[in-house]
């Protein structure tokens, strides 16, 4: 173990200690902590949304391109220039493997962007519960307050 991972782990070691003693702190860390972790998901969820915008665009230009190959072919073959016709479909193929990977990339991307999508609305149930239950906790605790008042004055 290097002198740099001693450090680390002693690091950690201090700040759990440090947030075991201090729940208020541990508490702002981990709100701390999910905003960050918000904050990053919404980016790469941008960065996903960007990148299908331009693998849409290249795949329309593709599109076009393909389609003047295959109308070149076909004038090349209704001339008779079986060679360049030839030529022509063997780069439209070629145009069309690519559109295939692309179309491949863009359904991982999708794949991807779904999965960012479901992280965060997993942490905003999270966020939710974790308010829900405050809120019934500090009921719970002013409900209790107030039996407790009213048994000191007699009235239940």
Known sequence: ????????????QRLSAFLR?????????EEQHQRDRVDALQRQRQQLAEEAREQRRQLLSLAQEIKAW???SHRARAAGASDLAERAEQHRTE???????LWNDLAS?????NEVDAQLLEIRQ???NRSN????????????ELEELRRQAGLS
């Open 21 to 29: 003693s201090n729940p208020v702190q541990g508490g702002l860390f």
């Open 1 to 12: 173990m290097t002198w740099l991972d001693q450090l680390e782990q002693e690091l950690d």
């Open 95 to 101: 145009l069309m493997n690519q559109g295939h990977e």
């Open 70 to 72: 295959s109308d070149r």
């Open 126 to 128: 999270q966020k939710k």
């Open 133 to 144: 239950l405050n809120q019934d906790w500090a009921l719970f605790e002013a409900k209790q």
């Open 109 to 113: 991307l999708g794949r991807r962007f």
